[in-house]
């Protein structure tokens, strides 16, 4: 069974950045999609940014241009560096994991929350103005 374990959130200011990480076990090496996802208090969980095993990634366009997703292999995790935070990103944020990669591209369905079989508890990012 993949298991997902998130870390690094934290309180900022806005402006500020953190760099959450996801570590994943029995799933680096094979077809897979990972993805990141916020859930404010008394909203729905949204997809933040996705990426394939072949690297192909996607954004939200509430993020674009101030989060990077990225993953590192040989460490089996993945990566969500935040910059330019802003007080509406506070939120839980969940790194989730499908596999194998679905035949459909990653721009496509990618931040659908209903394509993921496997979730991590969260980790807490609250942004201050």
């Known amino acids: 069974e993949v298991q997902l374990a998130e870390s690094g959130g934290g309180s900022v200011q806005a402006g500020g950045s953190l760099r959450l990480s996801c570590a994943a076990s029995?799933?680096?090496?094979?077809?897979?999609?990972m993805g990141w996802f916020s859930q404010a208090p008394g909203k729905e969980r949204e997809g933040i940014a996705a990426?394939?095993?072949?690297?192909?990634?996607t954004y939200a366009d509430s993020v674009k241009g101030r989060f990077t997703i990225s993953r590192e292999t040989t460490k089996n995790t993945i990566y969500l560096q935040m910059n330019s935070l802003k007080p509406e990103d506070t939120a839980m944020y969940y790194c989730?994991?499908?596999?194998?990669?679905?035949?459909?591209?990653?721009?496509?369905?990618?931040?659908?929350?209903?394509?993921?079989?496997?979730w991590g508890q969260g980790t807490q990012v609250t942004v201050s103005s």
């Open positions: 990426i394939d095993s072949d690297s192909a990634l």
């Open positions: 989730a994991a499908t596999w194998p990669k679905p035949q459909y591209g990653v721009g496509i369905y990618g931040l659908s929350v209903h394509q993921y079989k496997s």
């Open positions: 029995g799933l680096m090496y094979g077809s897979y999609r």
